[in-house]
């Protein structure tokens, strides 16, 4: 089971994403079923002065005005994980958890969840060599539960947990489960906070039944969950179709086309997502039937047929709506072995790429929470050397908010938490 962000990414492999058998493939990265031994010495780039030019050769100055709060796991060179959130401007670096990875901002930015070793409940015995979920208060690392809180399916505590998705609503979190020793145990659940009265139970386990499903979005009414089902990896990515599934009714649909696959990892974090109004949803995926990338658009109505809006995507990761509707971006490779940010309107036309005349290839963007900009991955060289930037929308600029040349996953851009 490939869980989002609790292994180590090949980055400069994203760039130079290789289309084989019709599957997005990333060289090195992160090995299947392993939990994570994160790393109390990781740290992020001490302050916003640092040099950015000597440590990376990157043009992206510091400084970037907007709001919000940035989360991100760092890896070490041994691939132990810490989590840290740090300001858009690259000011405030905070070691969150030292041994903790995958953060999840609630819907209000006032919390923040994560995955980390040893989480169980006060009466049984914490099991270090897996992984649960903590919820953490604003401003600090205040525990203020753990998912889930009570034993309504004792067994889940042999498994792996991890967070990957919270409902706009704030009421769920749809969690990836896995056995570190058996596949069959594989899985997907829906944590709910107003069932059966005791904040956070576990009434749905594994609500898909027992396979390999990764959550990617809830519906902006909360009351559908987007997932991908793994079918096969390759390297350190998961691939297979996209689905929707029912948060009261359990009732599952596809919503990707035969043939046609999505890749996720911790880079990656959801090719897909949801419009503004929640009536259609975008991806970036492989059609097997043609060999190539394309990113989709296809209405949540059942029987609704997918288009491609852009045609010819090489190595797309993922296609993701600004949080307004009003534009998507999406990244591919460009001329060189590099990947370029390009945002569009939601009918494909007025496609622009941001990065055109950037040195360092960019992917895998993340939205702010006001739309005005975007969180990217960047690299100028392999694998393990890159840093996060910050892309403006509307092409007015490139800012660096790390300087520490390494791996970071399970990056998000949350609306508050300081």
């Given at each position: ?165 919270w409902s706009p609503n704030g009421r ?209 060289s392999d694998d393990s050397h890159n ?32």
């Open positions: 089971m490939l869980a989002r962000g609790t292994r180590s990414f090949a980055l400069a492999g994203v760039f130079v994403a290789l289309i084989t058998v019709g599957a997005i493939v990333f060289v090195g990265g992160r090995q299947p079923s392993t939990s994570p031994t994160p790393s109390a010495t990781a740290s992020p780039n001490p302050s916003a002065s640092s040099s950015a030019t000597a440590s990376s050769g990157s043009l992206a100055p510091f400084g970037y005005t907007g709001g919000g709060t940035i989360e991100f796991t760092k890896h070490d060179a041994s691939g132990k994980d810490a989590l840290w959130v740090i300001d858009p401007s690259g000011l405030n670096p905070t070691l969150v958890a030292s041994a903790g990875c995958c953060g999840l901002f609630s819907p209000d930015g006032s919390q923040l969840a994560l995955a980390a070793p040893g989480v169980t409940l006060p009466s049984l015995t914490p099991d270090p060599s897996l992984l649960g979920i903590e919820v953490l208060d604003r401003p600090g690392t205040n525990v203020a539960f753990v998912v889930p809180t009570g034993c309504g399916a004792c067994t889940v505590f042999g498994l792996n947990d991890e967070p990957d998705a769920y979190i749809a969690l990836t489960m896995w056995s570190d020793t058996d596949d069959s145990q594989a899985g997907m659940g829906i944590a709910d906070r107003d069932f059966p009265g005791i904040p956070w139970d576990w009434p749905q386990t594994r609500v898909t039944g027992a396979h390999a499903d990764i959550p990617i979005a809830f519906s902006p009414d909360s009351s559908m969950l987007l997932f991908m089902r793994t079918e096969r990896t390759v390297g350190p990515t998961a691939i297979g179709p996209l689905f929707v599934v029912g948060v009261t009714d359990l009732a599952v649909r596809q919503v990707s086309p035969p043939g046609v696959t999505v890749s996720t990892n911790g880079l990656i974090q959801g090719p897909a997502s949801w419009s503004s109004d929640g009536q259609s949803i975008v991806f970036a995926g492989v059609d097997a039937s043609v060999g190539t990338t394309s990113i989709f658009e296809v209405g949540i109505q059942d029987g609704a047929e997918a288009r491609k809006i852009v045609a010819d995507a090489p190595g797309a990761t993922s296609a993701r709506f600004s949080p307004d509707g009003t534009m998507i971006a999406f990244d591919r490779k460009a001329s060189t072995a590099f990947h370029d940010l390009w945002v569009m309107q939601p009918d494909g036309t007025g496609a622009t790429n941001l990065t055109s005349t950037f040195d360092p290839g960019v992917c895998c963007a993340q939205w702010s929470p006001d739309g005005k900009a975007m969180l990217v991955a960047g690299t100028t840093n996060l930037l910050v892309v403006a929308a509307d092409g007015g600029g490139i800012w660096q908010v790390t300087d520490d040349l390494n791996v970071y996953t399970g990056f998000l851009w949350g609306p508050g938490f300081r």
